[in-house]
């Protein structure tokens, strides 16, 4: 019996689908992460904690797409905040200033003290994004570091190293940097430095040597959502960018609400100068959000210089004088009245959802020793990952490259087959919505699926 047989035979309608998307996008899928082989299951419904696909099978959904859904699919506090929003203003988007941009950033600033001023986007890429010319601005120095593994978008800048094979990545001390994508220019690889992420001696090294070309260090707090950085390292990494002067940018796009409400910043108790958030702060909307010192904010502040497309103004300072942002759909009432609807939610649930990653964590967990088997579930908060055959603890992306990847994913294919949905290779994101029930059929299909593999 294949495991990828196992869940294929019960995909028809899936399979069927995606030769017909095909036909429409290549590789029939709009974002090349959603593709995987043979295909994808195609979803067509989702209710709290479930998915349901086109041949009716029902799944415990743990991607929850990408871990944006804190509160679950469809929660209802939020669809009517959204569906009021719709008819309180009469319109879904005004073009000017409004007042969900204030009482939403007030709000986030609440939780995130770190952030003096903030901007919004419509994606987790625009914010990090923002975050690099605004350090770029602000130092005047446009090299980036970031660190091997770490993921901030898809862009040049910023596609570098984020899953290099490793025997061509160089030392593990001073990793190349990589490109990750056909049609890149190479200049990018050249201008984004690779760091070593948890080791702060090499970091150090390498920071030093380019002190006056690196304006920003960006970093996962926790990488892919579920390797800690170690406190020692982050305490090291803070004080060193602010003695050369580099802007020190956390990416709390996946740890945002999620390693709580402050976010891993909180956790570690070390204030960013920027931070990028994304995914959970939209609850499901496109939404991203960039916030920090005020002086570093307010380069993009327009009443610094003049208005780019007025001409009129031409006696104020040259626009080059201000840092240029803007996006039609920025801070679209609609995206931040789900926003705030979702921390309603957490701000009441949040502690809840912690506790139930916890159980099924440690359940996890049993039922690996129970199996006799070399592995654990990796995390913080209501992410996590499940790692095999790890020697030690996982401190990087080279840990997690030497661990039993193979038979992880065999692993995530058969527990596909058992109505658990983790896009095979993926991390668990748990959401308000998943309730005991949940969590114990998920650890009777682990049970299953461990016994299959191992015994
Ligand atoms: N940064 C991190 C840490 C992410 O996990 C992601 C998305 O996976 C992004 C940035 C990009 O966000 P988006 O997909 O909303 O553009």
Redesign the pocket.
């Known amino acids: 019996e294949h495991p990828i047989l196992d869940y294929k035979e019960e995909t028809p309608s899936s399979q069927a689908f995606m030769e017909e998307a095909e036909e429409v996008m290549p590789g029939g899928v709009t974002a090349n992460i959603k593709y995987f082989e043979p295909h994808p299951v195609v979803m067509k419904h989702g209710k709290g904690s479930k998915l349901t696909d086109m041949d009716e099978n029902e799944y415990i959904d743990y991607l929850m797409s ?1 871990g944006s859904l804190v509160t679950g699919h469809g929660h209802e506090h939020v669809k009517k905040a959204i569906m009021e929003q719709m008819d309180r203003d009469g319109t879904w988007l005004f073009g000017t200033p409004h007042y969900l941009e204030v009482e939403m950033g007030k709000r986030l600033q609440k939780h995130f003290p770190s952030m003096e001023l903030l901007r919004y986007t419509n ?4 914010a ?1 994004l923002l975050s690099l010319r605004l350090a770029a601005a602000h130092t005047g120095k446009h090299k980036i570091a970031k660190f091997e593994g770490h ?3 898809g862009y040049d800048q910023m596609l570098v190293s984020v899953s290099p094979s490793v025997r061509e990545a160089g030392n593990a001390d001073a990793p190349y940097s990589l490109p990750e994508s056909k049609g890149m220019h190479p200049s990018h690889a050249r201008n984004t430095i690779t760091l070593p992420f948890n080791n702060l001696k090499a970091c150090k090294k390498i920071l030093l040597q380019h002190k006056d070309e690196i304006g920003a260090v960006m970093i ?1 707090p926790v990488q892919a ?1 579920f390797i800690p950085a170690e406190k020692s390292f982050m305490k090291g990494l803070r004080q060193i960018t602010e003695e050369l002067g580099m802007v020190l940018i956390f ?1 709390e ?2 740890t945002g609400y999620r390693t709580g409400l402050g976010g891993a910043q909180n956790i570690y108790g070390i204030k960013p100068d920027l931070t ?1 958030l ?2 959970a702060i939209g609850g499901g909307y496109p939404v ?1 959000v960039v916030g920090g010192k005020k002086e570093i904010m307010m380069h993009s502040a327009p009443s610094q210089g003049s208005d780019v497309f007025d001409s009129s103004q031409s006696k104020r300072s040259s626009s080059k004088d201000v840092l240029f942002h803007s996006g039609t759909y920025n801070g679209h009432p609609m995206i931040l009245a789900a926003g705030m609807a979702v921390l309603d939610i957490l701000e009441k649930e949040l502690d809840d959802v912690l506790k139930q990653t916890e159980k099924l964590k440690n359940g996890i967990n049993e039922k690996l020793r129970k199996y006799g088997v070399q592995g654990e579930a990796v995390g913080i908060g209501s992410i996590f990952s499940v790692v095999l055959n790890n020697k030690e603890k996982i401190r990087n992306y080279r840990d997690l490259q030497k661990t039993d990847l193979a038979t992880r994913k065999e692993i995530d294919f058969r527990l596909l087959g058992k109505g658990i949905y983790v896009k095979p290779m993926n991390r668990y994101s748990v959401s308000t919505a998943h309730s005991d029930e949940d969590i114990n059929q998920t650890l009777d299909a682990y049970d299953e699926v461990l016994r299959e593999v191992y015994e």
Do not use: F, M
């Open positions: 990408y994606s987790g890429t625009e990090t993921y901030h978008g996962e959502g990416d796009v996946k990028a994304g995914k991203g």
